[in-house]
């Protein structure tokens, strides 16, 4: 199975969910992909951005928490089936212990008033990471003109229309395949001539 | 109270949900409010938001308040039991989405659809945070702290944890004002 690209090395199991467990137990509100992009793609080199890319796109197609689902495609690249479980457990399992403390917390306490300006500086300060995070993928993906096209296309349906994202995946998905189909590979052929001879004189 | 006979219930519940939320659990918040509060008398709608923002306010991906919905409705196995039936069934899905993809690595039309699918999902993310800035920085002091917040993640020189640390303290410190 070639589930990683060449030009990325596998990490073990051991490895995969030390490094997640952090992952999981630092990753406030939405700031998940940031966590992902730093420590697996520009730190440890266990994935590619693009591959990153293509698992959050799915993992918006498919039901369920976004989130769980790019948890459980990124852990198998990193390692099929085993890598995948793991990857779910580590990033799961802490803030679900904290979870379960909180509400035990909460019942016996019954009110929330105490740390309610917490978090909201909590979720500010993730509300700001996930921003810088996008604004820094979208200034490395977004350079050509198709590109530079369909993500505002996906901003404005997003954020300003409001229109469902399941929709808009496969909707501009579809419209964007359209504009990129010229990389679509030939059949099984030799490349023709003109564009070999093209290529030189050029 | 702690009810273990409806745990049956719960693990139905979260097991639907799972599969009914698409774009994330966020857009399943009503329905599942409806069932939860209204329905079955699970919870109180005040508990509802209190759980929701304990959710957000815990590390992970942000689907955690199912958890405090279990738990008052039968503790820890409760607690238990909605995050496993929410999250285990789509992610063998989802595993399954995963591996199908991985055998079309060599089709023809992999490029265009990897290269068509980026962008896309590149105003996707800046979408998401348009919308968690337009929900959460509500005045000067919040928009501040996300400015700054996104400020000191670009320079790549500050632990992300970090930053959180600070939002929380400059969070309570500003309520004082």
Known sequence: ?202 | VQNLQEIPRLILVFFELGFSAFGGVTSTLPQLQHIAVTQRHWITSQQFVDVYALGQATPGPGSMMVIGIGYIVAGVPGGMAALLAMLVPVAMLTYLVGSQWDRLQNWRWRPPVEHGVIPVTVGLLLAGSFTLIHNTATDWVGAFVVLAAAGLFLTRRVNPVLIIILGGIAGYLTSRL
């Open chain 1, 1 to 202: 199975m070639t589930a990683a690209a060449p030009e990325t090395q596998r990490p073990s199991l051991a490895q995969t969910i030390r490094v997640l467990l952090v992952i999981g137990a630092a990753s406030f509100g939405q700031s998940l992909n940031a966590y992902f992009q730093r420590e697996l793609c520009d730190k440890r080199g266990w994935i590619t951005e693009d591959q990153l890319l293509e698992d959050i796109s799915i993992a918006h197609v498919l039901p369920g928490a976004v989130g769980g689902n790019l948890t459980v495609l990124v852990g198998r690249r990193l390692g099929g089936a085993p890598g995948a479980a793991g990857a779910l457990a580590a990033i799961y399992g802490p803030g679900a212990m904290l979870m379960l403390i909180a509400s035990a917390l909460y019942l016996a306490s019954g009110r929330l008033e105490a740390f309610e300006s917490i978090f909201r500086g909590l979720a500010l300060a993730a509300a700001g990471i996930a921003a810088g995070n996008s604004l820094s993928i979208a200034g490395r993906e977004v350079r050509t003109w198709r590109a530079a096209a369909l993500a505002p296309l996906a901003f404005v349906a997003v954020a300003i229309l409001h229109i469902d994202i399941f929709l808009i995946v496969l909707l501009l998905g579809a419209f964007g395949i359209f504009l990129f189909r010229d990389e679509c590979e030939p059949k099984k052929r030799s490349l023709p001539l003109p564009t070999a001879a093209k290529l030189k004189t050029s």
